[in-house]
């Protein structure tokens, strides 16, 4: 039956729809041009801090070519083919791909967690935080190990905050009675208790369940075997044998379980494990090659004196921001620990607990609406508040650690509030129900069933709330933090720095390189933390999501 | 289910005379139609949400180890009758409840009864399948834990089987339960809400977001379920009602209960000329 | 399975109207026995016992309505379920003739008519609902079509014998033989209603077996 070919002239664009499409296509571009806008301008700055922080046009051209041949061409091809994209190769085992991508995480990620542990060991004093390691993890440890084997929950539930607090002021005398004994020890086998031992368990439980119970009691000797190792590589080699633990059992080991791991479980995926060899192998072979060929490399600020070496004021070459770096990492620390509990303590009640009608609601309203203001309040004025408050009322000397920690996690709070807030509203109701059908009570339903569910947001909106605190300056000035220390800080009572204040500082040098090359590498590092905090949130967020 | 002709002395909205007693109906012939002891009862129940009046003096009898269902236009209150049961409105905030609510002779409104406690004698179903996002395994084994009761295997693997799930899901305790069809998470649903053991359970309108095969299994279920449990049911498919229960009660636009008695007498004879025309279709 | 109880109610509603049909041709077997023999016992067995058909056939009846009422069958299942209700309104019209053949056997005084073969003519009547009921049982199409056939010698057996009946009364006239005017008239007209019941039954069958036809294929070609 062929159709009616009457009247179908109405299908074909009219003038009045060509004129509609049209509008549309520039409405578009507008809007185009105005995240533009955004981007090219953010584009600029990094083009600017990184011409002045890395000095690429001090660098022959044979430099980027050894580089682009070492470093870049194989990983692009790597990932060519790890993405399937290089038909005449084949197409990869379905496995690659998360091979590939727990590979890179494991190996950066242990990577830098082990080297941030080891500076922020370091400089705090490995004894105290070796006693604190153990007072904090054992106690709980011990009931929740008591749980498991009795059956009991009832007491042991609560009992493990207890069990934690407990272990805190068992800590604080240990650390005051036997500190300064186990100062004598050697760094690194106090290392060997901070690092090796929760590895040797972490790595071990792992194990128990990826394999058996007899891989797992296997994994944690290897590892106590590994850091012992470390160190006398580390000695032998010449570097810290305490760094020496740190890479034996806090990276190498995790690698280790990744490759067994990979050998037995995922065989076929086997080649996304070349992934961080070929990054990291490219970029040594270029760094030796360019060496050794003499190639002029950039005319970089961005130097290993730089991170690693402490400031000098008069000689931009010598200009070190390592205590800067180690000092904000740990008024990070601070931060999370004061801002966390409290903030996600606060939402969970205006979310789950607070009344919604009469005087309670309306107190609860008035609370919430306030904690959204407080999220505007210029940074300048929480200073005000650290300095009344730590510098005034309690009579803290100016420029502690624990005054900078508290001042910016208070900064915090209220983002952290309103992101645990949005968190919760997000686990749909019928949860809820479900489980108070089920008998129920509410502090049941939130524990095992809304807090789990908003968990990964709330961690998601903490970290990102830190990465923006990293960056504060003003308020770190006004409480009185100095600009220019020579050692990272020893405790939560010694005097605090930050980059961010240093960076400002610098920028105050009369010698023009101060200005240009140090801030420029200063800025840099601080934006590379930063980035580094926001890709672990995005990386927490996805996880939770696509379970 | 050949059911007789016979009278029901709760026909009338107004009706307050019904007895904790067990009620025993004077009949000739058939034996399924015995309704035997009453498990819950409500006198008089008034529910407000605010200024509004969602139920009228509602008195229905219960009986245990049969599916009451309960049918009705939208919004006439049936939803709201079934959570005043386990007290689930109290959840609500703008919701008062009057009258009295009877778990076997017991007024579950009064002042010294815990509704947490409550709940773990009468379990619920919920329209939208909700399981928890955790494992099959875990989410049977929630409601007993959170009663402090003992979980093992064995319960897990009865529940599932009651709940006809256990053949389709014996190999993958450990997957996420998210990862099953709407109809097996209801069933699901059904195997947590019936791991502990409760007296009743209630089901509100527990097929209708699935489709045609899974609300057959769904149906098939509750009738295997009322064979240990007390099954009360809201249900907006008047023909699922008539397919499966045993006693129906009608509730009209404004929660007023106009008529409840046997399936059979309600759909084929009711009493009331308006039960006549709802079930007729001739007025929503 | 799927609707499992329901599905047994199905079953259950197909084995209670085979059993009012055994019910239903048992009645009818005495009753011809009866008239055989003249045994008023029997007879009065047999119309003693339609009450127990007609209480049957009110409980099939409200199952069927049951049926329809709670279940919504449709397709095959409504099919079936409607044909064994217009089957057991057959059966107990059945159970209704069998009961007559008990009220002649009390009424007749002699029987005098040893051309007329009834019992053979009812045993083939009492076959024809046996046959149709099996193939009510299993379905059987093929049968339901052969038993339309079967009627057709039926209804030639019994106007045969009603003639027969009718020309052996004309000829006794003329015969000349001395009769009892008042035992004749009632014994004719008993065995000409006993014939005209016959094929009634044989009717019935045939009823039976379209029924099933329809339910099976959905064809009324036997529906007239």
């Known amino acids: 039956m062929a159709t009616d070919t009457e009247d179908t002239d109405w299908l074909s664009t009219d003038a009045r729809l060509r004129w509609q499409r049209l509008k549309g296509r520039l409405f578009v571009g507008v809007l185009v041009l105005a995240t533009l806008v955004g981007v090219l301008a953010l584009a600029a700055l990094f083009a600017y801090i990184g011409r002045d922080a890395l000095g690429p046009f001090g660098a022959e051209p044979s430099w980027f070519l050894l580089y682009f041949g070492t470093a870049v061409t194989p990983i692009a091809a790597y990932t060519l083919y790890v993405t399937g994209r290089l038909r005449w190769l084949g197409d990869p085992h379905p496995d690659v791909r998360t091979v590939n991508d727990t590979a890179f995480a494991v190996v950066f990620g242990s990577l830098v ?29 011990l009931v929740r190990g008591y749980a498991r084997r009795y059956g009991e929950t009832h007491f042991t539930g609560p ?15 240990v650390a005051v009675t036997l500190g300064e004994t186990l100062a004598l020890l050697v760094d690194w086998l106090l290392f060997l208790v901070v690092v090796t031992l929760p590895a040797a368990a972490l790595l071990g439980s792992l194990a128990v369940r990826r394999f058996s119970r007899r891989w797992g009691y296997l994994t944690s000797a290897a590892v106590l075997v590994l850091g012992p190792a470390g160190a006398i590589g580390g000695i032998v080699a010449g570097f810290d044998p305490a760094l020496g633990v740190v890479l034996a059992s806090g990276v190498l080991a995790p690698v280790g379980l990744l490759v067994a791991d990979t050998v037995a479980h995922r065989r076929g995926g086997w080649p996304g494990l070349l992934g961080p060899v070929v990054l990291i192998g490219g970029v040594l072979v270029g760094a030796t090659l360019e060496r050794s060929l003499g190639i002029t490399g950039l005319n970089s600020w961005l130097t290993p004196t730089l991170v690693f070496d402490s400031w000098s004021s008069t000689d931009p070459t010598a200009a070190g921001i390592y205590p800067q770096l180690v000092g904000s990492i740990i008024i990070v620390a601070v931060m999370a620990v004061m801002s966390f509990p409290v903030g996600v303590g606060a939402a969970i009640y205006l979310e789950e607990y607070a009344p919604e009608t009469g005087w309670g609601g309306r107190l609860a309203t008035v609370l ?16 005000l508040l650290g300095l009344a408050l730590f510098r005034n009322a309690f009579g803290l000397a100016p420029g502690l650690v624990i005054t900078a920690g508290a001042t910016l996690g208070l900064l915090i709070l209220p983002i952290v509030i309103v992101a645990a807030q949005e968190a919760l509203r997000s686990v749909p109701d019928e949860l809820r129900q479900g489980s108070y059908g089920l008998g ?9 069933v809304v807090l789990p569910e908003a968990l990964p947001g709330m961690l998601t909106g903490t970290i990102l709330a830190l990465g923006r605190a990293i960056g504060e300056t003003a308020p770190l000035v006004m409480i009185g933090v100095a600009a220019t220390r020579f ?11 930050a ?14 390189e101060y200005r240009t090359g140090v801030l420029a590498a200063a800025s840099l590092v601080l934006l590379v933390t930063l980035l580094a905090m926001n890709a672990t949130a995005i990386l927490v967020r996805n996880r939770y999501e696509n379970n | 289910m050949s059911q007789d002709n016979m009278t029901d002395p709760e026909q009338s909205t107004n009706a307050t005379a019904t007895v904790s007693a067990p009620e025993v109906d004077t009949d000739e012939s058939s034996i399924d139609s015995t309704v035997g002891r009453t498990v819950i009862e409500t006198r008089d129940l008034d529910v407000y949400y605010g200024d509004e009046q969602a139920l009228q003096e509602v008195s229905l009898s219960i009986p245990e180890r049969q599916v009451t269902a309960m049918i009705g236009p939208s919004g006439c209150g049936k939803s709201t009758f079934l959570r005043c049961l386990n007290r689930m409105n109290d959840l609500v905030e703008t919701a008062r409840v009057e009258g009295e609510v009877l778990l076997n002779g017991r007024n579950l409104y009064a002042e010294d009864v815990d509704p947490v406690a409550l709940r773990r004698r009468i379990g619920m179903v919920f329209q939208q399948p909700n399981p928890f996002p955790k494992s099959i395994y875990e989410n049977v084994a929630y409601g007993r834990r959170v009663q402090n009761k003992s979980v093992d295997d064995e319960i897990v693997e009865q529940a599932l089987r009651r709940a006809a799930l256990w053949d389709e899901v014996k190999d993958q305790l450990d997957q996420s339960a998210l990862e099953l069809s709407g109809g097996q998470q209801q069933r699901l649903c059904i195997a947590r809400a019936i791991a502990v053991d409760p007296e009743v359970v209630l089901m509100d309108e527990p097929a209708s977001a699935l489709d045609p095969v899974a609300t057959s299994k769904i149906e098939d279920l509750i009738e295997e379920l009322a ?19 045993d006693r129906t009660a009608v509730f009209l636009t404004g929660g007023e209960l106009v008529e409840v008695g046997p399936t059979q007498r309600v759909f084929e004879n009711p009493d009331s000329d308006r039960v006549e025309d709802y079930i007729t279709g001739k007025f929503g | 399975m799927a609707r499992q109880s329901y599905q047994d109610q199905l079953d259950d509603l197909r084995e209670d109207v085979l059993y009012m049909s055994e019910l239903v041709i048992d009645r009818y077997r005495m009753g011809l026995e009866a008239l055989e023999r003249q045994d008023e016992d029997l007879a ?37 379920i409607a044909a064994s209700f217009k089957i057991i309104t057959d059966l107990e019209r059945v159970g209704d003739l069998a009961t007559n053949l008990g009220d002649y056997t009390l009424d007749a005084t002699k029987s005098r008519f040893p051309d007329v073969d009834v019992q053979a003519i009812g045993d083939l009547a009492r076959e024809m609902l046996e046959d149709a009921m099996v193939a009510y049982a299993e379905e059987d199409v093929a049968a339901c079509r052969e038993l339309a056939e079967r009627d057709d010698e039926l209804d030639r057996l019994c106007t045969e014998a009603s003639r027969a009946v009718v020309r052996d009364l004309i000829e006794r006239e003329l015969d000349g033989t001395e009769v009892d005017v008042e035992d004749l008239l009632v014994d004719v007209s008993r065995l000409l209603l006993t014939i005209r019941d016959i094929e009634r039954i044989g009717d019935h069958a045939v009823n039976v077996a379209a029924r099933t036809l329809y339910m099976v294929e959905n064809d009324d070609e036997l529906l007239y």
């Open chain 1, 487 to 497: 050692s990272p800080p020893e405790g939560l009572f010694s005097g605090a720095t």
């Open chain 3, 44 to 80: 009065w067995r047999v119309i003693e016992g339609d009450d127990e058909v007609n209480e049957l056939y009110l409980d099939l009846e409200g199952d069927c309505v049951d049926l329809v009422a709670l279940q919504q069958p449709v397709a095959s299942d409504l099919r079936f």
């Open chain 1, 159 to 173: 009992g493990t905050p207890v069990s934690v607090l407990f272990g805190l002021g068992a800590g604080v005398v």
């Open chain 1, 499 to 512: 980059l961010p204040l240093q960076i400002f500082a610098s920028a105050g040098n009369a010698i023009p």
């Open chain 1, 368 to 383: 919430d609406v306030n904690i959204s203001n407080l999220a505007g309040v210029p940074s300048v004025v929480y200073g």
């Open chain 1, 440 to 448: 129920a009570s509410r502090w049941q339903t939130v524990r095992n």
């Open chain 1, 113 to 141: 967690l082990g080297l941030v542990v080891y500076a922020v060991a370091t400089a705090l004093a490995p004894e105290d935080v070796a006693i604190y390691v153990v007072c904090l993890s054992v106690p709980p440890l």
């Open chain 2, 227 to 245: 064979e240990d449990y007390t099954v009360v049911i809201v249900t907006h498919n008047m023909q699922q009602a008539a397919r499966i229960s």
